[in-house]
């Protein structure tokens, strides 16, 4: 019996991951309630993008992304995030998700960029002063995804 219930919880846990773009949220105030996050902040940047997150909802597991204002992170699959426009060291930062997801990503710093077939989740900042952020997109693959 308790290698059932351990059975059946292995099984829950590992099949709730995120659905794209369904579950995830951006968030230029903070932590939205419901939703787990991790901050995304370039600290050269001094136009407001301390509170800044990319969100997953709280009820699913944690997808494993982190946040890098300093290049790609080592053992990690890295998403250069990018805004040519903003002079203020946008150039070096990265979404990371472990090696083995299965989510794939694309950013687009304008919307001619957007990949044909694609889901995308602006991330806008509205009170940076350059206001160049206002066409950038995370894009995914549709669907659930999680460990390979």
Request: aromatic residues 18%; proline residues 8%.
């Amino acid at each position: 019996m308790l290698i059932f219930l351990f059975t059946l919880f292995c099984a829950t846990s590992a099949s709730n991951y995120p659905v794209w773009p369904k579950q995830f949220k951006w968030s230029y105030a903070g932590v939205p309630s419901g939703y787990s996050c991790i901050k995304v902040n370039e600290p050269s940047d001094r136009d407001f993008w301390q509170d800044n997150y990319f969100c997953w909802e709280s009820v699913t597991t944690n997808p494993g992304f982190r946040w890098s204002y300093a290049g790609p992170i080592g053992g990690m699959r890295c998403t250069r995030v990018v805004e040519p426009a903003d002079p203020n060291a946008w150039s070096d930062n990265y979404l990371c998700v472990p090696s083995s997801s299965s989510y794939q990503f694309k950013w687009a710093y304008g919307t001619s960029m957007i990949p044909t077939g694609w889901s995308c989740i602006q991330w806008n900042e509205p009170s940076d002063r350059q206001h160049t952020w206002n066409d950038n997109y995370l894009c995914g693959v549709t669907g659930k995804a999680g460990p390979n």
